[in-house]
């Protein structure tokens, strides 16, 4: 019997460990809810919420073939061994895992238990991730090598034991503290990603490159994938191929709208790869997580404890309505768009001078689809301290002029300035007399966003920055595909 390990994979097609399990015989095919990574600041009820309904769409999905998945609940590392050796098996197997420094270390325990127990473990590559890459100058051949492989078909049956499951907890019984409710967010689950994907491709992607940007667009215009690709209801190979396929569809057809959305497709391609990119960067050095990339930013004196800039940042009340707008969706929600996210990202660290070690696990509580690769990574480029990126200082006014021109989007957001002409809706202090239900600007963000980037900009003129620059850039830089 070989032990078949669900991580964040949580599918049965293009399943290579599975695959490769039910090829031997019978399998003993386990997910694993730890307590203790769900207790994290970074985890919340929104992910955990999702996550369960994936978990019960996969186990439907074994009914279906006449088998069961079995859920354990508990410390990997202990639940693993007692398996192995209840069953006396010697191979395990389950895709690598590029996560957070909770599941790096997680996963080294039970290598170390696997090797002195003489227990194989076979770990697949997923996605388009490499691992124990030297350097990036061949990866994007690999990626492209990797997404044009045969998707892998779910088996005809598969065979199971029948160990027993744990009850479910509740998410109260792991975590008391992340609980905001979230009751717009997408439902879990490979059923749902799916239904998702087939309507983005052929339904809602025509505009996707020329409405991603606004918040007022991107709910419908966006994939709205990222969560199950997080989760691994959908591998990033089964989403390249559809895609490749709609755009040769689309290749085909003459009309006046298949220009747009060839493009809109051909740049959605590209956010696959983006996708990959940043999760590689984590892979390759999982300290990223709470160490920044170019060491001479630790000088910087940002402000590393809970304080009143911080408390109104995360509950939208910095006095800034797209600021606001956006953080207030992200509540509801559990998403936001990329260039909102980034600016809610630069607000904090620049503006309001937060380290981003601070605010990072914040946001990620927020995110349903929080993954880790793309996550820190991001939070580090978007608080300037990787060295090599340029730097973005989104002025959350202007964006709200580029973003939201009428307002629409703060007013449904931002109650309190329903009432406000379309001329002042972005900077209502403006105004003789406006809502005092709604804050004055915490902060002048002219004089706030000088300050910080005089400061980095010191850092990045001295010869201390490019030296060690250099070893950064071969580690982790982009190469032309």
């Known amino acids: 019997m070989i032990l078949v390990w669900f991580k964040k994979d949580l ?83 389950s895709h690598q895992e590029t996560g957070t420094l909770f599941t790096y270390e997680r996963d080294k325990k039970i290598l170390s238990w696997c090797k002195q127990h003489d227990v194989s473990w076979l770990e697949c590559q997923q996605n388009g991730v490499v691992r124990a890459l030297d350097d990036r100058d061949q990866w994007a051949s690999y990626w492209d090598d990797i997404m044009t492989q045969n998707i892998i078909t779910q088996p005809d049956s598969i065979q199971t034991c029948k160990e027993s499951s744990d009850n479910i907890p509740l998410f109260t019984s792991l975590n008391s503290t992340q609980q905001i409710l979230c009751p717009h967010r997408l439902k879990g689950g490979r059923t749902n990603a799916l239904k998702i994907l087939n309507d983005f491709l052929y339904h809602r992607s025509k505009l996707y490159r020329y409405e991603m940007s606004s918040p007022l667009t991107a709910f419908d215009s966006c994939s709205r994938l990222s969560p199950y690709i997080t989760f691994g209801c959908l591998s990033i190979r089964e989403i390249y191929q559809n895609s490749i396929h709609r755009l040769n569809q689309l290749k085909q057809e003459v009309s006046n709208d298949s220009r747009y959305w060839i493009k809109s497709i051909q740049s959605f391609i590209s956010r696959l790869y983006w996708h990959c990119h940043f999760i590689q960067k984590l892979e390759d050095e999982p300290d990223l997580e709470d160490t920044n990339m170019h060491s001479l930013y630790d000088t910087l004196a940002r402000t590393r404890v809970s304080t009143h800039l911080f408390k109104s940042w995360a509950n939208g009340l910095t ?36 380290d981003w070690k601070l605010t990072a696990p914040f946001l990620a509580s927020l995110f349903v689809d929080f993954e880790p690769g793309i996550h820190y ?105």
């Open 11 to 93: 599918r049965i097609v293009d399943h290579a460990p599975l695959d490769e399990a039910v090829k031997q015989g019978m399998i003993l095919p386990i997910v694993i809810i730890e307590p203790d990574y769900w207790k994290k600041d970074y985890s919340s009820l929104r992910q955990y919420e999702f996550y369960i309904e994936c978990i019960n769409d996969l186990s439907s999905q074994f009914s279906k073939l006449g088998s069961h998945l079995i859920v354990k609940v508990g410390d990997s590392v202990d639940i693993i061994s007692r398996l192995i050796k209840t069953y006396s098996i010697t191979t395990m197997v």
């Open 319 to 354: 006095g800034f309505p797209m600021i606001d707008a956006c953080m207030r969706s992200l509540h509801a929600h559990g998403w936001i768009n990329f260039r909102m996210r980034a600016m809610l990202m630069s607000f904090a660290s620049y503006q309001l001078w937060l």
């Open 377 to 481: 990574p991001q939070c580090q480029m978007q608080s300037g301290t990787t060295g090599m990126n340029t730097l973005r200082v989104y002025n959350p006014i202007k964006q709200g002029y580029d973003q939201d021109p009428t307002g629409q989007f703060i007013r449904h957001w931002i109650p309190e300035l329903q009432s406000l002409p379309d001329s002042s809706i972005h900077e209502p202090w403006t105004m003789p007399l406006y809502p005092t239900s709604y804050p004055d600007p915490i902060i002048d963000e002219k004089k706030s966003r000088k300050y910080a980037l005089d400061q980095i900009f010191a850092l990045r003129k001295t010869t201390a920055h490019q030296k060690i620059l250099s070893p950064i850039l071969k580690k982790h830089a982009s190469r032309k595909r």
